[in-house]
């Protein structure tokens, strides 16, 4: 027997061997290992939580900004941090998807700060719990936004959207509290919520569009108000959008004035790295001089996830201030998304 046959009859009785020894009696078999799967019903990021027909996606933000602020006489720099992390779980059922959904921000000027954001349970065509209302959306591409007040509500209640109507359009309704109140009724007292409703249309091949209305009823002091707002999405060319907004409210600060405002903005994405934005929108009140705010800004995107933000935006004061000011910031933010 040479030494090449003599090797291998040993390997051969050394497998032989310790197959028998794992089958030996009392001799614990290894533990099944319940390795997470990849769901795919959901889109991209979801899988299995283990043991369940329940699928999760975490994902989250960071957000390093450093702002530069003058308004009058005073001028200041800041460093603001914040971040945030949502989970969103989604289960089939009889009843359709299951859905619950929560995020929760840090932020504050240390970060300090800890907020709950959306949290709502979805069932169907039915949300409740605490969420923006259906009449949210901004003006602008950038950080800052033309915020028209009552379209900028949130808070704990219900609401019902009905997506599936067939060539793309939607109408939904809901109502809540508000953010620091969530009493919506007491005896003795007058009702105090916001109520919104939206109809629209989306997935165009020129975009999308959408009208919505809000109602605040205000405990006291007959100051109820109400708005109506259009937004429309446009894809005008290639790598270049357009938003266009118009809002009218009846009451609201600064005072029970009425108010309108139009704003624009273009959105050009000049490589697959880099975009740029700019904007202006103007609102006119009854008792007060028309304020302006304009915005331009810029992001490139080292990877995907990774975005560097550059961005100024100017308002004009309109009287609403006194001494009246005009102010001016200027941002470089960097935002990690995962």
Not at 252 to 264: C, L, N, T, V
Not at 283 to 299: P, S
Request: proline share 2%; net charge negative.
């Amino acid at each position: 027997m040479n030494m090449k046959t003599l090797l291998g009859t040993a390997a051969g009785l050394m497998v032989a061997t310790g197959a028998y020894a794992a089958d030996l009696p009392g001799e614990a078999a290894p533990a099944a290992v319940d390795y997470v799967k990849v769901c795919d019903a959901y889109g991209a990021g979801f899988f299995y939580i283990p043991g369940t027909e329940t699928c999760l996606d975490i994902s989250g933000r960071v957000r390093a900004r450093v702002v530069y602020e003058s308004e009058g006489d005073a001028d200041l720099v800041r460093f603001k941090t914040d971040g945030r992390i949502q989970f969103d779980a989604r289960t089939a059922s009889d009843l359709g998807t299951v859905r619950s959904f929560f995020e929760t921000d840090l932020g504050g000027t240390d970060g300090g700060d800890i907020t709950l954001g959306d949290a709502f349970i979805q069932v169907g065509y039915l949300t409740v719990g605490k969420f923006g209302d259906i009449a949210n959306g901004g003006s602008f591409y950038g950080d800052a936004d033309v915020i028209w007040s009552l379209f900028d509500r949130g808070g704990s209640g219900a609401q019902i959207l009905v997506d599936n109507l067939g060539g793309g359009f939607y109408v939904g309704a809901g109502i809540h509290g508000a953010e620091a109140n969530s009493v919506i009724w007491e005896t003795g007292s007058q009702a105090e919520y916001t109520a919104a409703a939206a109809v629209g249309i989306n997935g165009q091949s020129w975009g999308s569009f959408d009208l919505s209305a809000v109602y605040v009823a205000v405990d006291g002091n007959d100051a109820d108000t109400w708005g109506v707002k259009a937004t429309a999405d446009l894809k005008l060319i290639d790598k270049l959008t357009a938003r266009l907004s118009a809002a009218y409210e009846d009451g609201g600060f600064p005072g029970d004035d009425s108010m309108a405002g139009i704003a624009g903005a273009l959105k050009y994405q000049a490589t697959d790295a880099l975009a740029v934005y700019a904007g202006v929108g103007a609102t006119f009140w009854d008792d007060a001089d028309e304020v302006v705010t304009a915005q331009i800004g810029a992001d490139y995107s080292f990877t995907p996830d990774l975005i560097l933000t550059a961005e100024g935006n100017y308002t004009t004061d309109g009287g609403i201030n006194t001494p009246a000011d005009d102010s001016w910031s200027a941002m470089l933010k960097l935002t990690r998304n995962w």
